[in-house]
């Protein structure tokens, strides 16, 4: 089926292109917290679409990497809420422009330093 | 024992659930070319995983799989679908925008989901919709980096952030 080939095209040229802005995020962002919120998204998305591409451009695939994309949108999340809540717990303090913290009240530990924005 | 949490209706999800992926995994591309040598295999190591963890992959057995609740499923996953390609958008625009329009803070926000595996669905919903990211849960209160913090309110906040995925989440699991 041709039109599903450009199709797969199409969600490659798309899943790239959120790469891409993923990968700029990480760039741009200030702190870790910050980079993990374009990072997760970004390369969730981006890695999802891809693959699916690739099961149109090749029909026979299709249901792998279907079973995939699931395990991408389970996986990425809980890792970037491990490397979150592991960066918090180490002392690693958010930017913020004014301070709204919530989690603070709920630590045990001294935070180590605080940087401004 | 209650009903549908017995270990024999937790072993049947999760010996259905692991036989799908196997399927899946093993799909030829049609349904002649399926071969019953593969089919059993994955039958037997569904068997095997499914007597091991059923204990850990299955929270309240069968029950998830009723009618009704597969439709709340599918209702789930187009509300999700939305959120993720709307928070994928909105990361793009900040991080394009040369001005970097971010006001980052951490927020709580209470759930009123009772079940571990609910309350992770949720979590992980939050950590892929627009500019929030699960730091933490403990009990009901869930702790959420904002990338644009709107409201320091934890009803106000919850409304904005995950409304939307806990009243189809209660449906399945409440």
């Not at chain 2, 958008?89 to 079940?115: C, F, Q, S, Y």
Request: with cysteine; proline share 4%.
């Amino acid at each position: 089926m041709e039109i599903l080939r450009y199709i797969g095209y199409g969600l490659l040229v798309i899943g790239g292109i959120f790469l891409f802005l993923g990968a700029l995020g990480i760039y741009r962002m200030p702190d870790l917290y910050n980079r993990l919120q374009a990072g997760t998204k970004a390369t969730t998305i981006g890695a999802m679409s891809a693959i699916l591409g690739v099961g149109f451009i090749e029909p026979a695939w299709m249901v792998k990497t279907i079973i995939i994309v699931i395990f991408i949108g389970i996986a990425n999340p809980l890792s970037s809420h491990a490397l979150a809540r592991a960066a918090y717990k180490a002392g690693l303090k958010p930017i913020m422009k004014k301070k709204v913290d919530a989690y603070e009240k709920v630590q045990d530990i001294e935070v180590k330093e605080e940087v401004k924005l | 024992m209650q009903d549908g949490k017995s270990s024999i209706s937790k072993f049947l999800y999760t010996f259905i659930m692991v036989f799908i992926i196997w399927n899946a995994f093993t799909w030829p591309g049609s349904f002649a070319d399926i071969q019953l040598a593969e089919v059993l295999t994955g039958a037997f190591v569904s068997l095997i995983l499914g007597l091991l963890t059923n204990k850990y992959f299955s929270c309240c057995g069968l029950q998830v799989l009723m009618p009704h609740k597969i439709i709340f499923l599918v209702q789930y996953f187009f509300v999700f679908i939305i959120a993720l390609i709307k928070a994928n958008l909105d990361v793009a625009v900040r991080v394009i925008n040369p001005a970097l329009p971010i006001n980052p803070g951490i927020v709580e926000i209470k759930t009123k989901l009772t079940n571990d595996f609910a309350k992770m669905i949720l979590a992980n919903s939050i950590t892929l919709t627009p500019g929030t990211l699960t730091i933490d849960v403990i009990d009901d209160t869930m702790y959420i980096h904002w990338i644009d913090v709107a409201t320091e309110n934890p009803e106000e906040a919850f409304k904005e952030i995950a409304e939307p995925f806990e009243k189809v989440l209660l449906k399945i699991y409440g």
